[in-house]
């Protein structure tokens, strides 16, 4: 499940080396990358809306300040839960978010079906916040000899696969 990997002369190498060799590898994770920001859209959208919906009766009922406090502190909370689970929903509902969809990539279990929704809320946990993705990312990519899995999928025993 984990993926092609690029042999090296001693073997199968890490998810990094295979990512600068591969341009299959390449073109998996710039689709990934696309995917992610079509999703980030979508979910910035509703989670506008939603802080709109917060804010504006705090702002009526006298506490001024409350608004802006909350569109510094409290709606980078909200959006992260909501990233998380809109993920989570997407990929245990459907095998994938509508990002994933539209480049035909879908998140798969151990057993290839859709995930759990345990399963997709653990391996998408990190997206509640930027540099926690990032590392989900960096550290996946170095243990593994695919380039598949971020590290989170590699717990969960899920992979993001072509559709």
Same mark, same amino acid.
């Given at each position: ?14 998810? #990094? ?20 920001? =079509? ?6 959208? =509703? ?24 569109? #510094? ?8 839960? =909501? ?37 997709? #809320? ?15 990312? =960096? ?25």
């Amino acid at each position: 499940m984990a993926g092609a990997t690029a042999a090296g002369p001693s073997g199968p190498v890490s998810g #990094f080396e295979t990512l600068t060799r591969d341009s299959q590898a390449q073109q998996y994770w710039g689709e990934r990358l696309v995917a992610f920001i =079509i999703d980030a859209v979508i979910v910035g959208v =509703i989670a506008i809306v939603l802080a709109i919906f917060i804010a504006i009766p705090l702002f009526f009922v006298g506490a001024a300040i409350a608004p802006v406090a909350f569109f #510094f502190g409290g709606f980078a909370l909200l959006g992260g839960v =909501i990233f998380v689970l809109y993920f989570a929903v997407m990929e245990s509902t459907y095998g994938a978010s509508i990002g994933k969809r539209i480049f035909k990539l879908k998140v798969v279990s151990r057993t290839y079906s859709s995930p759990t929704f345990g399963e997709a #809320f653990i391996r998408n946990l990190s997206k509640i916040y930027w540099l926690l993705l990032l590392l989900d990312v =960096i550290v996946g990519l170095a243990i593994s000899k695919g380039y598949q899995q971020k590290y989170s999928d590699s717990i969960m025993g899920t992979s993001v696969v072509r559709a």
